[in-house]
Each structure stands twice: as structure tokens, then as C-alpha cells.
């Protein structure tokens, strides 16, 4: 091995960078071309520093501050929800305010938080002026973020709130009545689709209804041995 391979080789593994497969880790023939390729490694930084920086859609005109998404790697559950509000544009945070509150109860129903066991993020990752929907441009040009946050964060499952996440999961327009109840999956990871919390601070009568979506968000959790028994007190 000649010095400079070595030294190639040592960075790499320093920088956590991945070697190319298709090059010969150690060249017999010094003069042969770049030994090793760089390939860039993607991050949940490096994720969350694009979005600040984004301008790919009109969103960026009118928000305060893009909101990338917050909790821990490797979650339990993955929250999506539809795109900021107002309170997350002003503080660059997912889910605050009341609806943020009322999911963290829900979380907590489940033995569950963000701080240890939850990434929560949206499928848009600035808010729509006056909270309308999502435009299908603005979902094109915004759900790559939202694919390679999925991709690093290995979700155990998915739990969508709201219909036009859980359309996206699902593929095409679904009404939530019809889709809720029922488990599906993406990418090999389970989604639970149910109603935003504000929804159902709106409506109290859908209480049950999400109760008992989040108690088979939970149950497939069980079945693979990543959760325990439901708290005995919970704030449901
Ligand atoms: S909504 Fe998404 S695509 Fe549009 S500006 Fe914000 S981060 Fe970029």
C-alpha cells in the first residue's frame, strides 16, 4: 500500500465516510486514478440547515422560521403532521401551542415523549399563509426533507395526524373517516394515520376515535417487543 492510499483510507474512516465499493481499497498501481471517492454523508443537520435555508416553494416569502422537526434518532414513533402553525412559525418549533400540548398528552398516554422516544416533524416544513392547505406544488418541492428524515431516522412506526399527511403516506386523496382504524405501511414501516390534535380539540367527540387508533399505534409497538404495557395513569 503506498503511503498515499493509507492515508486516504484513514481519512475516510476518520470522517465517516464511505468508500467507494466499485474502487480497490488498496491500488497495486500507483498511478492509477482517485483512489477513493467522497461520497456525502446526509444528517439530520445537514437536513435541518437546507430547510433554514430553503427557497424552493413561495412558502419561504411568508414564514418566520422553517420548522425541520425535533425528537430523538431511531423513534419509537415518528409524528407527521401537516405544516406549521402559527405558534410553530414564531417559535421554529413542531407541535407547541395547545394542538402541540394536547399531542404531548397523547404521547404520554402511551409511555411515549418526544425528549426520548418520539421524532415529531410535518410533511411541510413552513406554514401556509392563514393555515390553508398545502399546495400539491409545495408538497413536490418540500416531502424530499421529509423522505431523507425518514431514511436517517429509522422510525419503528409512523403515526400521521391529520388528512393531507396521511394522504401522502397513503397516496392520493382520502377522507379521514374512510382511512383511520387501519394500519398500512411505507417503506416497510407501519403508519397509523388519525386525526390532528387540533381537530380534536375542536371536537371532542373524536376522542375515542384517536384513542383507540393510538392503542394500535401502541399494540404494534408491543408485538415487537418495543413497549411495555400501557401507564396505568394516564392523562387520556
Ligand atoms: S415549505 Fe419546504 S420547499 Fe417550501 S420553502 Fe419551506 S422548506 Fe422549502
Not at 482517485?34 to 445537514?46: G, H, K, P, Q, Y
Not at 434518532?73 to 402559527?86: F, K
Not at 424530499?144 to 409512523?158: C, G, N, S, V
Request: proline letters at 8%.
Amino acid at each position: 500500500m503506498n503511503q498515499t492510499s493509507a492515508s486516504d483510507v484513514l481519512r475516510a474512516l476518520t470522517l465517516g465516510l464511505r468508500v467507494n465499493p466499485t474502487t480497490e481499497a488498496y491500488p497495486r498501481n500507483s498511478e492509477s486514478r482517485t483512489d477513493f471517492e467522497e461520497v456525502e454523508i446526509d444528517s439530520l443537520e445537514r437536513i435541518a440547515q437546507e430547510v433554514f435555508d430553503c427557497q424552493k416553494c413561495g412558502l419561504c416569502l411568508t414564514r418566520n422560521a422553517a420548522v425541520p422537526g425535533m425528537g430523538v434518532r431511531e423513534p419509537l414513533v415518528l409524528v407527521v403532521g401537516e405544516a406549521p402553525g402559527a405558534d410553530e412559525d414564531k417559535q421554529g418549533l413542531p407541535f407547541v401551542g395547545k394542538a402541540g400540548a394536547y399531542l404531548d398528552e397523547w404521547l404520554k398516554a402511551l409511555g411515549f415523549s418526544r425528549q426520548d422516544t418520539v421524532y415529531i416533524t410535518n410533511l411541510i416544513k413552513c406554514r401556509p399563509p392563514q393555515n390553508r392547505d398545502p399546495h400539491p406544488d409545495e408538497i413536490q418541492q418540500c416531502s424530499p426533507y421529509l423522505d431523507r428524515q425518514i431514511a436517517l431516522l429509522k422510525p419503528r412506526t409512523i403515526l400521521t395526524v391529520g388528512r393531507v399527511p396521511s394522504a401522502h403516506f397513503l397516496g392520493g386523496a382520502h377522507r379521514m373517516e374512510d382511512i383511520h382504524g387501519r394500519v398500512y405501511e411505507f417503506r416497510g414501516i407501519p403508519v397509523v394515520p388519525t386525526y390532528h390534535p387540533a381537530a380534536v380539540l375542536r371536537n371532542p367527540d373524536l376522542r375515542p376515535v384517536v384513542w383507540k387508533d393510538l392503542k394500535n399505534l401502541h399494540t404494534l409497538l408491543v408485538v415487537k417487543g418495543l413497549a411495555g404495557p400501557l401507564p396505568t395513569r394516564s392523562t387520556r
